[in-house]
Nanobody, 115 residues
Framework: QVQLRESGGGLVQAGGSLTLSCEASRSIRTIVNMGWYRQAAGKQRELVAH???????FYADSVKGRFTISRDNAKNTIYLQMNSLKAEDKAVYYC?????????WGQGTQVTVSS
């Protein structure tokens, strides 16, 4: 089992920045890949970014160049630095971690971007 707890969401003006954090209940040294997804109202959940244990990253085209995913294995935490936020980035952001053959999700954190 892996419990994930997100934090850092909130209200920000367009063009602003936010940093999301996701702390895991177990050592993330045993979790090869972790990531962030988001779900806007009335839409399906979509991938935002992934990061491997070794630090390799993958980004959705919509956030490439604006968002940065990182992980601190010593703190069992991954981060999502979001810059140049746009109205279309408004969504609930979820932390994801596959482990032991299952997928685990956080409870989500709301990001709202005002124009």
């Amino acid at each position: 089992q892996v419990q994930l707890r997100e934090s850092g969401g909130g209200l920000v003006q367009a063009g602003g920045s936010l940093t999301l954090s996701c702390e895991a209940s177990r050592s993330i040294r045993t979790i090869v890949n972790m990531g962030w997804y988001r779900q806007a109202a009335g839409k399906q959940r979509e991938l935002v970014a992934h990061i491997s244990y070794g630090g390799s990253t993958f980004y959705a085209d919509s956030v490439k160049g604006r968002f940065t995913i990182s992980r601190d294995n010593a703190k069992n935490t991954i981060y999502l630095q979001m810059n140049s936020l746009k109205a279309e980035d408004k969504a609930v952001y979820y932390c994801w971690a596959p482990w032991g053959g299952d997928n685990f999700w956080g409870q989500g954190t709301q990001v709202t971007v005002s124009s």
